[in-house]
């Protein structure tokens, strides 16, 4: 990519978050990450310059020194910061704005500092693996659950089970209210979501008819199912086994586990029965990407509510001495400094500064795999490909890509708490429970929708 021919027509409009905006382009499998602001920041243009540059840096060395290692390799993908051209910038920013969600249209692309971050087009597959003239399927699932504007009956802890059961079910919940939490690609274009401001769902039917041309030996009947619900019976066994891909075998040949915590097992408001829940040898293999995902969010053993009081620790004691807010690397830099002290932290708890800054390390490392996104791209392959799901019919090649890794502020921690004591004082409020301490004071309205148990 030359940097200094740049053309805005050679990109279109992508997708956006809260932060940034993406666009791709249209020969290379390559997309361009720009940040965005809120439109009254933006005559500080040369601090948002100065801003833009750190930011999208420490994006690239969490990435690559904290999240790969954690992670692993052949799931993360650290990208480089580039310096685009400003006229490009405005220029493309111009270009893509009709084609952007009004809903995300309250912040503006960042046009003045020029930094972006040059990423692989993670919905598209290596040509030399398309041998195929059908292109290329892509799944991108929001683990976490989302803002949601209707009730859904997705839940994740159901998907990180390990049983293809409950697995499938969660998949199934996605795909009949997908919202903000999984989008659909063919060939790098989208096919399926929820829009941001979309008062409906969007067309199954629409879905399977992208999707038929890559199941056609299920246009007959699938177990006395219709045709199209063979279809997503398929397509959803792909997606599951995608994400239990990569274990290893132990001495005894059998695949290794990872396990949710005994504690928190399950939802209460499952429909599965208990037994179902409670029994059977199901887990992780500990490869897999759903396993690399679990661990770093066990990372944080203790909650928000056990996080707190450490925070404040460490805010009384840079308040008596300010100069050790670098040394501490509370700000970055995101280095190998950085992970000694997440791997490293102190078990018990001595009292000291770094045992709190340490488990404060942990508590944002995990909340960024708590909010982190599979992408799964696959496509139809020869008998002969390495990379390949093991299903009967069809054969398909595949990768499987970790995102959303950005670092979570640690200015956060105290929105986290408040927004976590009002959804404990909601709930209090909605069965009608006594509160159990003083710990959440707080008692103000919620928005949340809870399942009937």
Request: aromatic fraction near 8%; hydrophobic fraction near 30%.
């Amino acid at each position: 990519m030359e940097l200094d021919k740049m053309d805005e027509n050679d990109w279109k409009y992508h997708g956006e978050g809260n932060k940034s905006l993406v666009v791709s382009h249209l020969q290379h499998c390559r997309v361009l990450r720009l940040l965005k602001f809120p439109s009254e920041d933006s005559a500080h243009t040369r601090q948002t310059a100065e801003q833009a540059f750190r930011h999208i840096l420490n994006i690239v060395d969490y990435s690559k020194y904290v999240m790969k290692p954690l992670l692993g390799e052949k799931y993360v993908h650290s990208g480089e910061v580039v310096k685009l051209p400003l006229d490009f910038v405005r220029q493309l920013s111009l270009k893509v704005q009709q084609e952007r969600p009004e809903l995300r249209c309250d912040k503006v692309m960042d046009t003045f500092s020029g930094c972006g971050l040059c990423l692989p087009n993670l919905t598209q597959l290596p040509l030399h693996h398309l041998r195929d003239h059908r292109p290329p399927i892509c799944v991108e699932i929001k683990l976490a659950n989302g803002k949601w504007k209707r009730l859904s009956r997705y839940c994740p802890l159901d998907l990180f089970s390990g049983s293809k059961q409950r697995m499938y079910v969660a998949l199934k919940n996605l795909l009949e209210e997908p919202q903000n939490n999984l989008k659909i690609f063919k060939g790098g274009e989208l096919i399926f979501s929820c829009k941001d401001d979309a008062k409906q769902q969007p067309e199954l039917n629409d879905l399977i008819q992208h999707l038929r041309p890559y199941f056609s030996h299920s246009n007959g009947l699938y177990n006395g199912h219709q045709p199209g619900k063979a279809i997503l019976n398929e397509f959803i066994q792909v997606i599951c086994s995608a994400l239990l891909s990569g274990g290893d075998s132990n001495r005894s040949g059998e695949p290794r586990k990872v396990h949710l915590s005994e504690s928190r097992p399950h939802c209460e408001a499952s429909p599965f029965p208990r037994d179902l829940l409670r029994n059977g040898n199901h887990g992780l293999p500990k490869d897999s990407v759903l396993a690399k995902i679990l661990q770093v969010q066990m990372l944080d053993n203790l909650d928000i509510e056990g996080i707190y009081p450490l925070y404040k620790r460490v805010e009384q004691y840079l308040e008596e001495f300010p100069k050790e807010r670098n040394r501490l690397q509370i700000d970055g830099p995101y280095n190998e400094s950085f992970m000694d002290k997440v791997k490293n932290c102190p078990t018990e708890d001595d009292g000291s500064v770094e045992y709190a800054v340490g488990k404060v390390h942990q508590y944002r490392v995990a909340m960024t795999a708590k909010d982190c996104s599979v992408m799964i791209t696959f496509a139809p392959c020869e008998e002969d490909e390495e990379q390949q799901l093991k299903l009967e019919k069809p054969r398909f090649t595949y990768s499987i890509s970790i995102l959303d890794l950005d670092p979570k502020p640690y200015e956060g921690i105290p929105h986290q708490y408040k927004l976590d004591t009002k959804i404990v004082n909601y709930y209090l409020r909605s069965t009608q429970a006594p509160p159990p301490s003083s710990l959440y004071k707080e008692r103000q309205e919620c928005t949340l929708l809870f399942h009937a148990v």
